[in-house]
């Protein structure tokens, strides 16, 4: 049989040799520029190098722990090439599942080997996953304030810094401190001691001030900016659904972590009740924590992160299955991920057919100086750019400069001392 040129062009295309594929080194850096972060570093018998985020808030060490005394030194001498089967070694072979620190794990070692696959194809990781599926990535920032009058104040100056979708926090009367709300309006870091501090929530006084403030947001601002709202899990499922309900003339983007979503039949009660939309899934690790969620269509948006939820490779999957249900992704970005993170997420949101929304929380200087990359802000979107792989590097020696800070979040008790979710 005569073989046409063309694929006789294609088989004279040169391929990395399985020696040079070899993993040769995996090992966990952990720095803390402004922030505490863990990442791997993953390299082959040809020198070519991959990183993934690790990072777990306030959890740090227990995925170094896991990455260096159980999953790294299985890496050693198999195909970087082989991440399905790496993948599944690493989930399957423990015989204990999912889990945010295993899943994150999992997730770092998944995200470097992407990247050292599409630097071995030399093109950035969304050609690799299939090429572009839209020209830039849409993305929310972060306004806050104690007041009411502070948070639209703030709200205006992400418009004037080009933002389209914005994310609106204020601060409750009677209470000291309220979740979303910080000292620096453009890098919050709620990890604020070696030990956790104790805060005071009052969901009464939350459900019936927050109205207002997105009221008042659009007497200033109009209809034309999106605007988006975290609830944080503080919710039960009724009283989610009276803020979603009494939310609805505001016209939302989304309402966040409206409830624990552990139950997830819970968001069919507030699903009946409202028609804001719902996002949730930014501390969910598998796909069986959205599975019913997504099936029975109770949410609009899952934002399942690259980094606590497997890597690309399982994240892909969580995309697959909500595309069948008419429900996009909007995945967590705060500034708990690194800028590794962010890197993988926009290359995986300019590829992915049911994008909705990025969630962008701008790094410090400093935290942008060791992760150098690729990826670059405009008019409310972001670009992956088109360097080989994800984007985003290292500098080993600026990283060292910042050592580990023992650092937890916060933790919550209502005003009569029960222990509630922060």
């Given at each position: 049989m ?7 062009q ?12 070899e993993i040769v ?12 972060f ?6 082959t018998h040809d ?7 690790a990072?777990l808030?306030?959890r ?7 990455l260096n005394?159980?999953?790294l030194p ?8 082989r991440?399905?089967d ?5 989930y399957?072979?423990?015989y204990w599942r999912r889990?945010?620190v ?11 080997l ?11 990781l ?5 090429g572009a ?5 849409l ?10 009058e502070e948070?639209v ?5 992400y418009i004037?810094?080009?933002?389209s ?6 601060g ?8 979303g ?7 919050y870091?709620p ?15 939350y459900l ?12 200033d ?7 988006l709202?975290d ?5 039960t ?8 309900k009494s939310?609805e003339p505001?016209n ?17 009660l507030?699903r009946?009740?409202t028609t804001t ?8 690790s598998s796909i069986?924590?959205?599975?019913d969620l997504i099936e029975n269509q109770?949410i609009d948006y899952i934002r ?5 939820a497997?890597?690309i ?10 595309a069948?249900?008419?429900i996009?992704?909007?995945?967590h970005?705060a500034?708990?991920l690194?800028?590794?993170t962010?890197g993988?997420?926009?290359?995986f ?6 994008f ?11 935290t942008d ?9 405009d008019?409310?979107y972001l670009?992956?750019?088109d ?6 590097d290292i ?5 060292e400069k910042?050592?580990?800070?023992p650092?937890?979040?916060p933790?919550t008790?209502?005003t ?7």
């Amino acid at each position: 049989m005569k073989v046409s040129p063309l694929i006789e062009q294609q088989h004279d295309i040169p391929k990395a040799s399985a020696r040079g594929r070899e993993i040769v080194d995996a090992r966990v850096i952990i720095c803390s520029p402004g922030r505490n972060f863990v990442t791997v570093k993953i390299t082959t018998h040809d020198g070519i190098y991959g990183i993934g985020d690790a990072t777990l808030n306030g959890r740090e060490l227990a995925v170094a722990a896991y990455l260096n005394d159980h999953l790294l030194p299985n890496l050693i001498g198999r195909d970087a090439g082989r991440i399905e089967d790496i993948w599944q070694f690493a989930y399957r072979g423990a015989y204990w599942r999912r889990g945010s620190v295993k899943m994150s794990a999992i997730a770092a070692i998944d995200v470097a080997l992407w990247d050292i696959k599409a630097k071995m194809a030399n093109m950035p990781l969304y050609d690799l996953l299939g090429g572009a599926s839209r020209d830039k990535v849409l993305v929310y920032g972060h306004a806050n304030g104690n007041t009411i009058e502070e948070t639209v104040e703030e709200v205006g100056r992400y418009i004037d810094m080009g933002y389209s979708a914005i994310r609106a926090q204020t601060g409750v009367p009677g209470l000291k401190a309220s979740y979303g709300v910080s000292k620096d309006k453009l890098f919050y870091e709620p990890a604020d001691a070696e030990l956790p501090s104790e805060t005071v929530w009052n969901t009464h006084d939350y459900l019936t001030h927050i109205p207002k403030l997105f009221e008042k947001l659009r007497q200033d601002y109009g209809d034309g900016v999106r605007l988006l709202h975290d609830g944080h899990h503080r919710m039960t499922p009724r009283e989610a659904a009276q803020l979603g309900k009494s939310l609805e003339p505001y016209n939302l983007f989304w309402l966040e972590d409206v409830t624990p979503a552990e139950d997830q039949d819970a968001f069919r009660l507030i699903r009946q009740h409202t028609t804001t939309p719902l996002a949730v899934g930014e501390i969910f690790s598998s796909i069986w924590d959205c599975k019913d969620l997504i099936e029975n269509q109770l949410i609009d948006y899952i934002r399942a992160t690259i980094v606590h939820a497997g890597g690309i490779t399982h994240v892909r999957r969580i995309a697959d299955l909500a595309a069948l249900y008419q429900i996009r992704t909007g995945f967590h970005g705060a500034t708990d991920l690194s800028p590794v993170t962010m890197g993988a997420a926009l290359h995986f949101d300019l590829w992915v057919p049911n994008f909705g929304i990025q969630e962008y929380m701008r790094h410090t200087p400093e935290t942008d100086a060791v992760f150098p990359h690729a990826y670059t802000f405009d008019q409310g979107y972001l670009h992956p750019g088109d360097t080989p792989g994800h984007g985003v590097d290292i500098d080993e020696a600026l990283a060292e400069k910042f050592p580990y800070k023992p650092m937890q979040l916060p933790v919550t008790r209502l005003t009569d001392g029960t222990m509630w979710n922060w």
